[in-house]
């Protein structure tokens, strides 16, 4: 295995870009961000930036919602984003009539679930979930060392949720489930309700107490459907680290002593975590996507 | 591979065990069944009953929880069941001192979904989850053509779901959660909520259009985490085979349009089956792990 072979690593977001090249150590060479613009310049942009320095194969992350199947003919294009120019556009398309190397492609999440996976294989570890709470909530989910599709990938931000209604009227923000886990819980939602963004909510207001309920309401849903052997949470709402306390107990909790809770009750702590790579879990999991495939 | 290979099976449940000798076909050559009392005299009839028929490999599905780790110095044990004398009863332990030939151990539920996973394998789908509704609810998940442990197995019949407490104050009968989604929508649920077993509930009762709702919420959660490929719901209460069409309908509402719901929305009917095998899946299961683990 040739530990200097180039790797390539691109993470699109919604309003910027970042693209590497790396070994597959995950040490980086080069390293670009741009703002996302049209297709054709942003994605011309991360082209040029590859050529340049000539990776043996690429890991492309993107904003989704993505066609993921082989099989359908439209596999690796973005499909019905509200983000204009962007809906339909042939992704690895793209990348393939200009870049001759293998490409993987996948969404943002389950690149970066991919990319924690990698930083703490080396524990023994072969499934974990991975969620995003920022503006909206996302998931990723690894089992027996593999990105988890299915039909197409996971949605776990929009799991239903029971509703304190009586404590949290608040009707929701997500636009196809209104009090959906996304539309009760993201920062959007934080900031409908509360009238002030997540970052400058103090430590100590109630909004964090709610919140951790919600958050721990769709850990215990994940756990007793997969039963993961690590949840790592991340996002804009989870950078206020406060709140891993809160959702550690208030997921015990809720589990109520229910198998497989003794063992994750001996090791809270480690079981529910921030990303190891902060926000670097995106950018190195496109280069982690990028070495599984130039190993196929 | 040999077709002929004599495969072993047992379905060991709470109330009886069914053990079976066959063909990897699925062909079933011996079958018996027994009442279940004490650890050593029904485990004894099984084994006597192998010892017998001499299958070159067993597949043993037992009720649970059962200690499925392989690194856990308890693998193969049933674990904390209130059912007396069963308790901590090494099951794989009793079989490899009486019988030499491998043996594979795992949940009735999961066995029961591996089952159905290879009566529909030649139709290329690589993920399942089945759903068992009866006394309790279970599930067994099966991704990319394995079945899904993680930590332990999954308890997705203890799913926390919106509790529509307006039109249904039922308060739930899960010993541990109270209103989750077995609490819920198990039979024992629906006998206590109204007074008569599912089994003597008129199709045109409003029970079963609640019932479809629970049931319909918990599918939502399901597909957005997993996006599994088909959904099979067995057991008891869904031998009422005219809640499948109201469950079809509410899942699709309660999906509102979301991602992957387009596919889901051109087949709905194949999507949510009731099993192929009927009341066989969980034997015709066995016998497919004895299956798997021969050509290990």
Redesign the interface.
Known sequence: MKDDLLLGGMEGGGTKFVCAVGKRTGEILFETRFETTTPDETLGKAIAFFRRHSPEAIGLACFG?LDLDPRSPTYGSI??TPKEHWANIDVIGLFRTELAVPLAFDTDVNTAAYGEFRAIQGELVS?LVYLTIGTGIG?G?I??G?I????????????????EKTRDPFGGTCP??QDCFEGLASGTAMAARWGTSAEDIPDDHPAWSLEAHYIS?AL???I??????IIILGGGVMSRQHIFPLIQTMTLD?L?????SA??KQQIKEYIVPPRLGKRSGILGAIALADAISRE
């Open positions: 919602p499909t019905t499934s998931a989910i089992i027996d593999k988890v599709h299915g039909l197409a990938h996971p949605e776990t931000g929009h799991l239903r949720l029971p509703h196809f489930h309401s215990v849903n994940v007793l459907t997969l039963s993961p052997e809720l109520a002593g229910y198998n497989p063992l994750i």
